[in-house]
Nanobody, 121 residues
Framework: QVHLVESGGGLVQPGGSLRLSCAAS????????MGWYRQAPGKQRELVATITSGGYTNYADSVKGRFTISRDNTKNMVYLQMSSLKPEDTAVYYC???????????????WGQGTEVTVSS
């Protein structure tokens, strides 16, 4: 079994900051790309940011310059530092990881349960 558990969501005023964390645990051999996605009410899930095991990052245009993704490979964790938050950033944020569980096994995608971020005054 593999589990991804997010934390750090909450209510923040426009212009504020939040830091999301995601911990991967379980039977894990290698973690490849990790990332954050979000889903606002009535909308499809969308990519926010991804980071490879080597540290290469990719961001949605809507968050570039405001959000920073990072990871700690020694702890199997990924983070999302969010600054200058806007009401349109309100969504449930999901952690994603592409993981190989054991030698010879295929790589699979895993998702966390999500953490809610609300940006409102």
């Amino acid at each position: 079994q593999v589990h991804l558990v997010e934390s750090g969501g909450g209510l923040v005023q426009p212009g504020g900051s939040l830091r999301l964390s995601c911990a991967a645990s379980g039977s894990i051999l290698n973690i490849y790309t990790m990332g954050w996605y979000r889903q606002a009410p009535g909308k499809q899930r969308e990519l926010v940011a991804t980071i490879t095991s080597g540290g290469y990052t990719n961001y949605a245009d809507s968050v570039k310059g405001r959000f920073t993704i990072s990871r700690d490979n020694t702890k199997n964790m990924v983070y999302l530092q969010m600054s200058s938050l806007k009401p349109e950033d309100t969504a449930v944020y999901y952690c994603h990881a592409n993981i190989r569980r054991r030698i010879g096994a295929p790589r699979d995608d895993y998702w966390g349960q999500g953490t809610e971020v609300t940006v409102s005054s």
